[in-house]
């Protein structure tokens, strides 16, 4: 647990240990090795390692962040045995991406080395009558016995950011490691002291922007240092061995790489740019840049500025071009002439808010400057995701800045494959939901020449084919998917047909066969094998020609038929979606708001928000508890079975449910086929227990739908019993109109 300013963040880190007592898996989604140092709302672990599976990536691959931040990127491949390629501006995020890929150091060296500096360091201060720890009372100093920072460096702080004491015992430390460094943890022992520096001795608060809370007269730091060293060492320890993977981070501006990276040199990029709107990013770690001292006085400011996407108007300088870049673009000018003629209408006359419309411009032309540089670093079929949201923050002009982005990358030759939701978050200036997406695009195999002139782009087909452009039998032109998806299709046709018989309703495998059809078609598998088949029943759609083979009104799902055994069965699909004409209730929303600043649209993110809110015990009728979640089980006749989360009820009799639920967000659907699992899991194993399985989806926004499933006996097995769809919102945003709606809609129940 750590506090950030007065608003506390917990983090949990459970263990699962194995037969022989190790450590084997940690869990939740966010790694230790991340906690090292990050930003608030910082880039979720789990998300990358979902796109580095969606695009098939492996060992033989190289993987670019151009925004790498403080690295989780970098981090997660290098888990997973994947080179990869950072570039950062900000000096500071580099320091940390480049200290959290370096895992090549002696974790009992490490603390050993540091418990001498942190002997040091109490010792100094005790000579001056200061104790670190501030229970224990510290003679009263004069400001003049106290370190200091130089003028020029002060001056680049936020007002009041660090206290006097806390800042002295800061520098006593960053003395004590300056004086005794040992190059094997030098940069490790910094990354500790920066963070020390934010979260135990600072006065800042993180917002979503960067401010100065109650001050702190005195702060534990040495302790606090030695605490995060520890940490460090732990995680270490877990990660130790995985250095030989290629991690490389460029202090540079992502707008040029190609002064950094070879041609063709790059599969797939997954980044989370700055977002177009006023926050300084610069400001958030100005404190550790000044420390730390890559920040000496206004002119290093200045310089870095320069190096930044053009994200908020503190970072626009005369001369800058980049909106020529998109001087083409209609609906990027007329967003910026919105933004212009808000303004006047308002009457806003400051420097700041005269440059709105252009930092708009310039932002959105630095990105496609970014992605022109790009193309020749990417290898034909390179895949990309780029995090981006939408923003209100200029004069509540709403910045659509997925929908662009996507249209500059076309404009460039990139394919466009689709847009996933990543989460939604509430504005307050207008009262909407605004959205995170990942904008997926792919380098097309055959790559388009582009020529540029005045920001319009003119595309061109290459004469020559590239290198490695695959046959062309595995790739059409209707077939956008990732690699990963084109190769498992392959692998399930070549099976299916092994078995098939003209008029099969059913068609039996194995888990071995998946081995043998990927080496007779000379594909590479997966490390987890289990991907095939959990792709074609939750995420993806078989091949046309299994498809084909399929009965009329009828398709094929995969079913669990045993351990390590599958089969193909001919069915009616169910689809499991939404109705969007049903009526929506509004539900007071009761998330904390910690989880609501990181929460995220995938099943997790989803599962929070039912709990939280008690929205199973709301929709169906009956107390409930969660027992467990991601409950994995094997069933009769079916094999290993896994249920999002399992609730026990009860109701006014008495009388006790099992409740398995199903949770799917982002791209995920709904699927049959986990219900029927769910109605098996619970006749086995609570056989006394009433059966009510539910499933829940995202809709927009904060709107969940709640489907609820039965079997009533004639032979048509599992369907949708009753929907409802729940939004959560403020308390103030329920009217008495609508409670006085619910009360009539709900009379006779």
Request: glycine content about 6%; proline content about 6%; aromatic content about 8%.
């Amino acid at each position: 647990d750590y506090a950030v300013g007065n608003n506390l963040m917990t983090y949990t880190i459970a263990r699962k240990r194995g037969d022989n007592g190790e450590i084997n898996k940690l869990y939740p989604e966010d790694r230790p090795v991340h906690e090292w140092y990050r930003f608030v709302l910082s880039f979720p672990p789990h998300l990358v390692r979902d796109y580095i599976t969606r695009f098939g990536l492996e060992g033989r691959h190289r993987v670019l962040d151009p925004f790498c931040g403080t690295g989780t990127v970098l981090v997660e491949c290098k888990k997973q045995g994947i080179a990869s390629v950072g570039i950062e501006a900000n000096p500071v995020a580099n320091f940390a991406s480049r200290v959290k890929v370096d895992w090549d150091l002696d974790p009992d060296g490490f603390i050993e080395h540091a418990r001498f500096i942190f002997r040091e360091a109490v010792r100094e201060l005790r000579v001056q009558g200061i104790e670190d720890n501030p229970l224990f009372p510290t003679l009263t100093q004069s400001p003049e016995t106290l370190r200091v920072l130089a003028p020029e460096m002060q001056e680049l702080l936020l007002t009041d950011s660090i206290s006097p004491l806390p800042l002295h015992k800061i520098l006593v430390l960053l003395d004590c490691l300056e004086r005794n460094p040992d190059e094997r943890y030098h940069r490790h022992e910094l990354l500790a002291l920066a963070r020390t520096l934010v979260y135990s001795a600072s006065n800042l608060q993180f917002g979503p922007e960067v401010g100065v809370g109650p001050a702190k007269l005195d702060a534990p730091v040495i302790s606090a240092w030695m605490s995060n060293i520890q940490a460090m060492a732990n995680d270490l320890r877990l990660v130790r061995g995985n250095n030989n993977v290629a991690a490389e981070v460029h202090l540079a501006d992502s707008r040029d790489i190609l002064r950094i990276l070879q041609p063709q040199s790059i599969d797939a990029v997954i980044t989370s740019p700055p977002y177009p709107n006023e926050k300084d990013y610069t400001r958030t770690t100005r404190l550790e840049a000044v420390l730390l001292g890559f920040l000496q006085n206004k002119a290093d400011l200045q310089e870095l500025k320069r190096t930044l996407l053009r994200s908020n108007t503190r970072t626009v300088y005369q001369g800058d071009s980049d909106d020529l870049w998109v001087a083409a673009n209609l609906d990027i000018q007329n967003i910026a002439r919105a933004i212009e003629a808000r303004r006047k209408e308002l009457n806003k006359t400051s420097g700041f808010e005269r440059l709105y419309a252009t930092v708009t411009q310039l932002y959105f032309g630095g990105m496609a400057r970014h992605l022109e540089t790009l193309r020749v670093a990417l290898r034909p079929g390179a895949h990309l995701a780029y995090v981006v949201g939408d923003q209100a923050s200029y004069l509540q002009i709403k910045i659509p800045t997925g929908k662009l982005l996507a249209d500059i990358a076309a404009s460039l030759g990139y394919e466009v494959i689709r847009t996933d939701l990543f989460r939604t978050r509430f504005a307050t200036a207008t009262k909407e939901q605004l959205r995170e997406e990942v904008v997926v695009l792919r380098w097309p195999e055959r790559a388009p020449v582009t020529m540029h002139m005045n920001g319009a782009s003119l595309i061109m087909e290459s004469e020559n084919n590239l290198p490695n452009e695959p046959d062309e039998s595995e790739t059409t032109s209707e077939d956008t998917s990732p690699p990963r998806t084109n190769r498992y299709q392959q692998i399930m046709e070549r099976i299916f047909f092994w078995h098939y018989k003209e008029g099969d309703r059913e068609v039996a495998f194995e888990r071995d066969e998946m081995v043998r059809a990927a080496r007779d078609l000379d594909i590479k598998l997966p490390k987890n094998l289990g991907d095939i088949t959990y792709t074609f029943r939750y995420r993806g759609t078989l091949p046309a020609s299994i498809r084909k083979k399929a009965p009329p009104d009828e398709d094929w799902i995969i079913r669990p038929a045993g351990r390590g055994r599958y089969k193909f069965v001919a069915a009616t699909i169910v689809t499991i979606t939404p109705n969007k004409m049903l009526a929506e209730t509004k539900v007071p929303d009761s998330t904390p708001g910690v989880i609501t600043m990181y929460v995220l649209s995938d099943e997790q993110a989803l599962l929070a928000k039912l709990r939280y809110n008690r929205l199973i015990d709301i929709f169906t009728g009956i107390t409930c508890y969660s027992l467990q979640n991601h409950l994995r089980t094997t069933v009769p006749d079916m094999g290993q079975i896994e249920t999002n989360e399992i609730y026990i009820g009860v109701d006014k009799r008495g009388a006790h449910y099992v409740i398995p639920v199903q949770a799917k967000g982002g791209s995920d659907r709904l699927g049959i086929v986990q219900i029927e699992q769910d109605v098996a899991m619970c006749a086995s194993k609570f056989p006394a227990l009433i059966c009510r399985p539910i499933a829940a989806q995202f809709m927009e926004g904060e709107l969940i739908a709640l489907f609820e499933f039965e079997d009533n006996g004639d032979g048509k097995g599992v369907r949708i019993a009753r929907e409802m769809h729940y939004r959560l919102v403020p308390p103030n945003e329920i009217t008495p109109d609508e409670l006085a709606a619910y009360r009539a809609r709900f009379t006779d129940d």
